[in-house]
């Protein structure tokens, strides 16, 4: 068990699991986007850590860039979504495979669409390492799903409960 802040969180997912659904997100990547140049987008702060070991197991050529948003405080979302830095290349006609953490309540992946919409993309497609199903109320598709949990607060790997936890290379939830 591990206090951040004022909350104490035990351990639920290992750094061996997260691995291998990385590996496995990679492979079907790899086999859709072969004969392309795909251009990856990590969402920050939360996946950093996903996109440094995806980009590391990715063996095609590709780029890579990062947007940043916000959408949560604290151990909730405010279902509103801010923009905070943006992607600055050309993405016309280009593949854009955004990289999630986890996706939840999906309101990120909307204004994510809308955005690669005007940039008149080939294909937008998302990749989240972690997926909360009973979460999600939106009808975009996800296109690449690492671990599919329940909907409950998880820390680390690159995600943080106010501003901690970023760096443990294994997942802990909220205890109950």
Same mark, same amino acid.
């Given at each position: 068990?591990?206090?951040?802040? *004022? +909350?104490?969180?035990?351990?639920?997912?290992? !750094? /061996?699991? @997260?691995?291998?659904? @990385?590996?496995?997100?990679?492979?079907?990547?790899?086999? *859709?986007?072969? =004969?392309? /140049?795909? %251009?990856f %987008?990590?969402?920050?702060? $939360?996946?950093?850590m996903?996109? !440094? =070991?995806?980009? +590391?197991?990715?063996?095609k050529?590709?780029?890579?860039?990062?947007?940043?948003?916000?959408?949560?405080?604290?151990?909730?979302? /405010?279902?509103?979504?801010?923009?905070?830095i $943006?992607?600055?290349?050309?993405?016309?006609?280009r593949?854009?495979?955004?990289?999630e953490?986890? %996706?939840? /309540?999906?309101?990120?992946?909307?204004?994510?669409k809308?955005?690669?919409?005007?940039q008149?993309?080939?294909?937008?497609?998302?990749?989240?390492?972690?997926?909360?199903?009973e979460?999600y109320?939106? *009808?975009?598709?996800?296109?690449?799903?690492?671990? &599919?949990?329940?909907?409950?607060?998880?820390?680390?790997?690159?995600? =943080?409960?106010? $501003?901690?936890g &970023?760096?443990l290379p294994? %997942?802990?939830?909220?205890?109950?």
């Amino acid at each position: 068990m591990i206090q951040l802040h *004022d +909350k104490q969180f035990v351990p639920f997912i290992s !750094a /061996t699991e @997260i691995e291998f659904a @990385i590996a496995k997100m990679v492979s079907q990547v790899e086999a *859709d986007f072969a =004969d392309e /140049t795909p %251009v990856f %987008v990590g969402v920050l702060n $939360g996946a950093f850590m996903v996109v !440094a =070991d995806f980009m +590391k197991q990715y063996k095609k050529p590709c780029e890579v860039s990062f947007i940043k948003m916000a959408s949560y405080e604290g151990t909730t979302s /405010t279902n509103e979504v801010k923009q905070l830095i $943006g992607v600055n290349q050309d993405l016309t006609g280009r593949s854009v495979i955004v990289i999630e953490d986890i %996706v939840d /309540t999906g309101n990120t992946l909307v204004e994510l669409k809308e955005l690669f919409k005007k940039q008149n993309v080939k294909h937008f497609k998302i990749a989240t390492l972690f997926f909360k199903p009973e979460a999600y109320k939106k *009808d975009i598709k996800i296109d690449y799903v690492g671990i &599919r949990i329940p909907n409950k607060f998880i820390v680390g790997y690159g995600l =943080d409960y106010d $501003g901690l936890g &970023r760096n443990l290379p294994e %997942v802990y939830k909220l205890k109950e």
